[in-house]
Structure formats: structure tokens, C-alpha cells
């Protein structure tokens, strides 16, 4: 199979290294990823700027790896890799990850992670994206590796092109091998999200931090599941839509659409 690997934590990461390692002993690998970490990027591309691109050697590899590292985002790397350097040698599916984060519920509108894997999707290919928590006990060769074992059995299973938001917990329930569960997205915030700060002229900022506040979540949830030791899986859309105010507003005696005021 012909794979696209990308990321959002950068091309010299732990994680796209185990899944080139693991994945390049059977499969045609191509890796378009970030020359730096583009950590919550969401489904951003770089306009007005040049975007770099440079070969790049990954060396514990079973065979030798197409590999780009790019000045841009996860994105970007896909999008750039499928429109202009692909030719006639389009994958068969993208992977975005092993990212260095979980990536559930409401993190998914952020992560680079996720977005690179929906430009796969949206470009009409099977696109997952894999994250694992960030204090996992879980080796991320370990986890290249069960995804490579699953990859075939996502692929028999589905007719169409399909996108996964895949997450790995701390550890796995019980100390069990890898059990793994389909589920909806969850609820997940953060609070005190912004700390502010002074400098000596009185210029103020503020970074970014937080903690995570979840809420309401049963156990057909992401979050549920990741949090009790499972490995979540949860297929993602591109539609938007709400359907049930759409049906609102819509007027029945319209067959064009119209809509109520």
C-alpha cells in the first residue's frame, strides 16, 4: 500500500519516525510533514508566503523513505504533497501522527494533527489521524505497530474513503493488550486558558496554557474511553450542516430550498 505520512509536531518527531520504521518494511511510504512543530493548526494553509520544501533521510528504515520536509503547516504538507508533487503516485491513504497529545472531543477544531488527516479525506482518500496522551506508558513503535496490523481491517470493512480520529490512553485497561472501541466525540475544554503578563516597559501578553475540564461524557464517548484504558476510534466528517434547523427553516412548498422568515 502507498502511504502518506504527516504530522503536526515536525518531521524529526518520535512519533512519524516509529511509523516509518514500523510501516516501511511492507508498504510504499511518502512523508510530506512540517519542518517544525505546528501544534494546533487546525485546517490552516499558509498563503502570500513560499512554502520550502527540502529532502529528508530518515535512517532506521527497511528501505529508503520519499521524504519532504516543508515550511508550512500539517496542511499545507498534504495539500502541497497530493496537487503539485504526487503525479500519477497518489496514496492509497494518508496517516497525520503519532502525535504527542491526545486529541479528543472538542481538540479535533484545533489539531494540526486532525486537520492534515480531513485534507487527505477531503481530497477523496482515506485519512487517519493517531494520537496518543501525552504521559502514555504506550511506545509509540508499539503503537505503529498495531495500526499497521489494523490498517488492512479498516480497508476490508469500508467501500468508501473513510476518516478516523484514532487515540491511544496512558495504558492500556487492566494491563490487557490494546482493546479497541468506536465512539463519538466527547466534551473537553480547558480553563484559565490565558496567562497574562507584564514586562518591565508595560507591555502586556499572554500565553496559551490551561487545564483540561471534561464534562459529560458517557461511555460511548472519546474521552470515556481513552480515560478507562481503551483505544478510541472515531470516524469524522466533513459535513457541517445542521440538518434538524435546516428542516426548520426550510419551506416544504419550495422545491429550491427556500426558507422561512
Not at 518531521?11 to 512543530?37: Q, R
Not at 480531513?118 to 496522551?133: D, L, N, Q
Request: hydrophobic share 40%.
Amino acid at each position: 500500500m502507498r502511504i502518506l505520512l504527516v504530522n503536526d509536531d515536525g518531521i524529526a518527531s518520535e512519533g512519524i519516525e516509529a511509523l516509518v520504521k514500523v510501516l516501511a518494511v511492507k508498504h510504499e511510504i511518502i512523508v510530506a510533514a512540517p519542518a517544525s512543530e505546528q501544534s494546533g493548526m487546525s485546517h490552516a494553509l499558509t498563503v502570500r508566503k513560499k512554502l520550502l520544501v527540502e529532502s529528508y533521510a530518515f535512517t532506521e528504515t527497511a528501505r529508503l523513505v520519499e521524504a519532504w520536509k516543508i515550511s508550512g503547516t500539517p496542511t499545507d504538507c498534504v495539500k502541497l504533497y497530493l496537487d503539485a508533487m504526487a503525479g500519477d503516485k497518489k496514496p492509497e491513504l494518508v496517516i497525520s501522527g503519532i502525535n504527542r497529545g491526545a486529541n479528543l472531543g472538542s481538540d479535533v477544531l484545533y489539531s494540526g494533527t486532525v486537520g492534515a488527516a480531513m485534507e487527505g479525506y477531503f481530497h477523496g482518500i482515506s485519512s487517519i489521524a493517531i494520537s496518543r496522551e501525552a504521559e502514555a506508558k504506550i511506545d509509540y513503535v508499539e503503537i505503529a505497530s498495531w495500526l499497521e496490523e489494523y490498517i488492512q481491517l479498516f480497508g476490508r470493512k469500508e467501500s468508501q474513503p473513510y476518516f478516523l480520529n484514532i487515540n491511544f490512553p496512558r495504558e492500556f485497561r487492566d494491563n490487557a493488550a490494546a482493546e479497541f472501541v468506536f465512539t463519538a466525540l466527547g466534551h473537553r475544554d480547558y480553563v484559565n486558558a490565558f496567562k497574562r503578563s507584564v514586562d518591565a516597559e508595560g507591555k502586556v501578553s499572554y500565553f496559551i496554557s490551561g487545564e483540561m475540564l471534561d464534562f459529560d461524557n458517557s461511555e460511548g464517548t472519546d474521552v470515556f474511553a481513552v480515560k478507562n484504558g481503551y483505544v478510541s476510534i472515531t470516524p469524522l466528517q466533513l459535513d457541517l450542516t445542521d440538518y434538524s434547523r435546516l428542516h426548520v427553516h426550510r419551506s416544504p412548498l419550495d422545491d429550491a430550498g427556500g426558507f422561512k422568515l
